[in-house]
């Protein structure tokens, strides 16, 4: 398996040169990428966050512990959290929400605007806004109103025309006083400025926002995060909004609202039964004040004022078992109006709570009002479709048909007890037969007395149970930690976002490089011409200033020793020609690429050296090298030779004036026929005649990929110098006109020149021709350059 090819560090540190090329723009891009995060910093709406933490109190946790099978059965925790998994849901129900939405005024708001931005003014807004219509109006009105504070005491209304108080005309709005009525479509209002330091503004402009409940509450309910660990009876509540003082008031009213929820669920079931209690004292006082004038009539009527003695054995006797029957009686009494009340019509199916004697079937009854309100609990969230609910009301009366049957059992067990108690206290009434009629019948009306006077006293005792067990109750929610916000805002993040404009402002312009130079067809190095063009490399040439086109004898620049070592690079690959010249020949694909450049600085470069050069200007197309050197146009040259049979090689060159050893043949006068003018053989003639007078003749011809003049004349050539400019020549355009010239040996000893390599992009990073030593070795170093090489 062939392993991915890893770019090699020189390819890393071209692309890091071909970045660090353009700076000025990823430099540009950065500075506008931190202005605009500026700009949104500047004027974005800040998020801060608020949390809250409450546990939930357990009312009914046991008091032993689970069996090793109950709990493998229902799981650690399993109560609790479905406990606290419903409290959550009270807690984020709609319900509570607007509860909250309501206490606080959530819907109406007031913003201070601003030249771009507006500001929520939520703590001590400097006006309240009133109004006269019914709050089920209010709370469904969408509505902005904005006003511009012209004084203390007036202001100006406007109309709700999509725009800002900054773009409206003054003369549009209407002037009101302050604590004026003021007519609506949705009822009349009333603007009252605050007072102190936080009174109105004059000048200012103010926008109020009046939003129905049913959207706050909706936007709320998914704002509000409410969590919990696994087992855990802690909750925590979570809220982000644009200010730090409304969240916590929010999470602080929702606790509070929360708490009053529960204490309301657990008063309804205090209230069934005193309600319960209150109705049956009625009733019994009304009976025992029937008695009680009884027996006061009957002792008036009789003069009763005292009871003969009997004997004492028989009145013990007697006295406890008419304690007994008005025990049972009373026993059964209740059982009477339990039975009345379970099968009543109300519409609620608590019970009341009170003793009969018996502690099953008041657990019973406890457990039928908890599944009572719990179920009524549920029911203010969902419907009675739901699953719990459903199976809630299928506990509720499945108790009631067992309390039923119970009461049944129990009454008819206290009434068999009743007739043996009667029995027997006539048996031992019989036995007091002497006893005055009249006494006797006072008796049992002091009996009956007794009875209704104890179950006046015992409701009496339940009455003042239910009000101590009502001030008992307590919140179910236990508050940990109130509401707190560190007012520091947590979106957005001031340092991310900066560092991600950052990111930006480098990423688009080095994506932008990147997929450009991907697209780029261009050569910009050595390693380029390589990879399309199998042809022999004789050197490249850096990109100088325009300031200094031509080498000079003294030269230390990078320039100047690219052409001494292209020069090197000719002799070696010529080093078999002797005893005549080298005659080298320069050419290109297309014009300016350089070619005129190459051989101006290449015969100047070799002249320098103590060589006689001749310059030969063959492109008679578009002449450049007497612009390149400086020198005069004359009429005669390469066109005019080869025309006038007359003239002679040396009436047509010319001596450099401030080089001995460099001669120059110009173009001449342009003709009309260059390429039938090149294949006249006075051409071959004056190559001739020059071919030992002179080290080097070197030849500027024209662009092979455009005309064929060059190929007319290259038998003539010793080598060929085929300039390719760097940003210049397409590479397709390369290896379709170079290729087939090397491969079918067209141009003889053909080699490449890149010309224009730059420093950076995708050339040589911070290389160059100097070797280390400069510009000028004997030029004195700056201080701080000591020590470099």
């Known amino acids: 398996m062939e392993s991915k090819p890893v770019s090699s560090p020189n390819e890393i540190r ?113 006006v309240k806004l009133s109004f006269f219509a019914n709050d089920s109006v209010i709370y469904n009105v969408d509505t902005t109103l904005y006003i511009k504070v012209k004084s203390p005491t007036q202001f100006l209304a406007f109309k709700n025309e999509g725009k800002s108080l900054i773009d409206r005309d003054e003369q549009k709005g209407k002037s009101y006083e302050f604590g004026s009525r003021i007519k609506t479509g949705f009822g009349d209002i009333v603007l009252i400025p605050n007072v102190g330091k936080h009174a109105p503004i004059v000048g200012s402009n103010l926008k109020i926002s009046i939003s129905s409940v049913r959207n706050i509450v909706n936007s709320y309910q998914q704002k509000i995060k409410v969590s919990t660990e696994t087992g855990s009876s802690v909750i925590k509540l979570d809220l982000k909004d644009s200010n730090s003082y409304k969240a916590a008031d929010i999470l602080n009213q929702l606790i509070e609202e929360y708490n009053k929820d529960v204490l309301l669920d657990k008063e309804a079931v205090v209230k069934s039964t005193s309600d319960f209690i209150n109705n049956r004292l009625l009733q019994v006082s009304s009976e025992l004040e029937k008695v009680d004038f009884t027996a006061e009539e009957l002792q008036q009527k009789n003069n009763l004022t005292a009871l003969s003695s009997q004997a004492d054995l028989n009145l013990q006797t007697g006295q406890h078992i008419q304690s007994q029957i008005a025990t049972t009686a009373n026993s059964i009494q209740m059982i009477s109006y339990l039975e009345e009340e379970i099968s009543s019509d109300k519409p609620s199916d608590l019970l009341p709570e009170v003793g009969i004697g018996d502690s099953n079937t008041s657990q019973v009854i406890k457990k039928n009002n908890e599944l009572v309100a719990e179920r009524d609990r549920l029911l203010k969230n969902s419907t009675d479709k739901n699953p719990t609910v459903i199976q809630l009301n299928n506990q509720i009366a499945s108790l009631k048909t067992n309390l039923q049957n119970s009461l049944k059992n129990i009454k008819a067990t206290s009434q068999l007890t009743l007739s043996n108690l009667n029995r027997e206290n006539s048996r031992i009434q019989g036995r007091l037969y002497s006893a005055p009629t009249k ?13 209704k006077e104890s179950l006046f006293l015992y409701l009496l005792e339940k009455k003042e149970e239910s009000a101590i067990r009502l001030g008992m109750y307590a919140p179910t929610a236990k508050i940990v930690d109130r509401a707190y916000s560190s007012h520091s805002p947590i979106a957005p993040n001031t340092m991310i976002v900066y560092i991600a404009s950052l990111i930006f402002g480098m990423g688009v312009p080095i994506a932008f490089i990147y997929i450009a130079d991907l697209l780029n067809t261009k050569l910009y190095r050595k390693e380029d011409l390589m990879a399309i063009l199998n042809i022999p490399y004789l050197g490249d040439i850096p990109k100088s200033s325009k300031k200094q086109q031509l080498v000079k004898k003294v030269d230390y620049s990078p320039k100047a020793e690219a052409f001494r070592i292209v020069k090197s690079n000719i002799d070696f690959m010529l080093r078999n020609i002797k005893g005549r010249s080298k005659k080298i020949f320069i050419t290109s694909t297309i014009p300016q690429e350089g070619k005129s450049h190459t051989s101006t600085n290449l015969a100047s470069s070799i002249a320098y050296a ?24 004359q009429q005669q040259g390469l066109s005019d030779y080869i025309a006038d049979t007359s003239l002679k090689p040396e009436d047509v060159v010319i001596k450099h004036k401030d080089n001995k050893f460099l001669d120059i043949i110009s173009s001449g006068t342009i003709p009309p026929n260059p390429s039938e003018l090149l294949m006249n053989d006075r051409v071959e003639e004056l190559f001739n005649h020059f071919d030992t007078k002179y080290d080097y003749i070197i030849a500027d011809t024209s662009a092979v990929g455009i005309v064929s003049d060059t190929l007319l004349i290259s038998h003539l050539a010793d080598m060929f110098v085929y300039v390719v400019s760097v940003d210049k020549i397409d590479k397709r355009l390369l290896k379709h006109v170079a290729e087939p010239l090397y491969r079918e040996e067209r141009l003889p000893k053909m080699t490449m020149l890149l010309n224009g390599v730059k420093i950076g992009r995708k050339g040589y990073g911070g290389y160059g021709y100097g070797y280390g030593y400069g510009n000028n070795p004997l030029k004195k170093k700056k201080w701080y350059q000591f020590g470099k090489s």
Do not use: M
């Open 14 to 126: 071209q692309s890091v040169d071909l970045f660090l090329s353009h700076w000025k723009l990823l430099l540009f891009c950065c500075v506008v990428a931190l202005f605009l995060g500026y700009t949104y910093l500047r004027y974005t709406t800040y998020q801060y966050s608020a949390s809250a933490t409450i546990k939930i109190r357990d009312e009914k946790q046991s008091q032993k512990l689970e069996t090793n099978g109950e709990s493998s059965g229902k799981g650690l925790f399993s109560d609790g959290t479905n406990k606290i998994k419903d409290e959550i849901e009270t807690i984020q129900s709609r319900t509570l929400i607007e509860n909250v939405v309501k206490e606080l005024k959530l819907n109406i708001r007031c913003f201070a605007e601003g030249s771009i931005k507006e500001r929520e003014i939520y703590s001590n807004p400097p």
């Open 439 to 451: 006494e006797r019948q006072f008796k049992d009306i002091k009996r009956q007395q007794d009875i």
């Open 610 to 633: 103590g060589k006689s050069v001749l310059l030969i200007e063959t492109d008679i197309r578009v002449p450049k090298i007497l612009d390149y050197l400086g020198l005069e146009n």
